[in-house]
């Protein structure tokens, strides 16, 4: 398989030691920048720097990789055009794909995917109601490996109902965080009889009216 794997000078300070030391005619860039935001109007502009086939660390100098170096300048601007804000995101990444002009867009993508994969993953799964932290803590046997196939599935599940069920996606909204949105499900077993999915996220989406009062 290709790989586009991020890599940071902390951790790689043989690999941007070297890439720094290069002449300007030995790193090829490429730049442009688009308009966004309709209220408030926003340049960003997109820097690429990349230099094929370096070494990825002093062990391993005939080991060459395929560095690129990534900015997102994000401008906003004001009425006459004037930028009041600027915000610079950086990454850099390792792959063994070939890194051209024609190219580098899509290894950006596909670079930056990867990330928001691990981060949204592994961040709603820890942190979103799935407590998968917790989990690894039951059993000495099998519990464990039972309980994260169960979660593993149950997100699956929440995933292809976030992306094709229209209730799901209201009752989403609705709640406005998946912790949120699981508090109220749990909630709606314990106390009512449901029947349908629909009627679960129905009552989440409008929830009934119930009074109280002893009087």
């Known amino acids: 398989y290709n790989y586009i794997l991020g890599v940071k000078p902390g951790d790689h300070k043989y690999l941007f030691d070297w890439v720094d030391a290069l002449d300007e005619n030995d790193v090829k860039t490429h730049s442009f920048y688009k308009m966004a935001g ?18 990825l660390n002093d062990s391993n100098s005939d080991l060459l990789v395929n560095f690129l170096d990534f900015k997102e300048i994000t401008e906003t601007l004001d009425i006459a055009g004037e930028v009041i804000k600027t915000k610079t995101s950086p990454w850099t990444w390792v792959t063994d794909i070939k890194i051209t002009q024609d190219n580098v867009y899509q290894i950006m993508r596909g670079g930056r995917a990867r990330w928001r994969i691990e981060n949204e993953v592994f961040n709603t799964l820890k942190n979103q109601g799935y407590n998968l932290e917790h989990n690894f803590g039951h059993g000495f046997k099998n519990l464990c490996n039972n309980f994260i196939m169960l979660m ?11 992306i094709a069920c229209s209730t799901f996606k209201k009752a989403f909204t609705a709640a406005e965080r998946k912790k949120y949105l699981w508090e109220k499900v749990r909630n709606r077993f314990t106390t009512f009889l ?4 629909k009627t679960l996220f129905d009552s989440i989406i409008n929830p009934p009216e119930i009074s109280l009062n002893s009087g």
Do not use: C, G, S
């Open 38 to 55: 309709q209220k408030v109007k926003k340049r960003i502009t997109y820097e690429f720097k990349w230099r094929n086939k370096v070494p």
């Open 152 to 162: 593993m599935l149950a997100f699956l599940v929440d995933q292809l109902q976030e």
């Open 194 to 197: 449901i029947d349908t999915w």
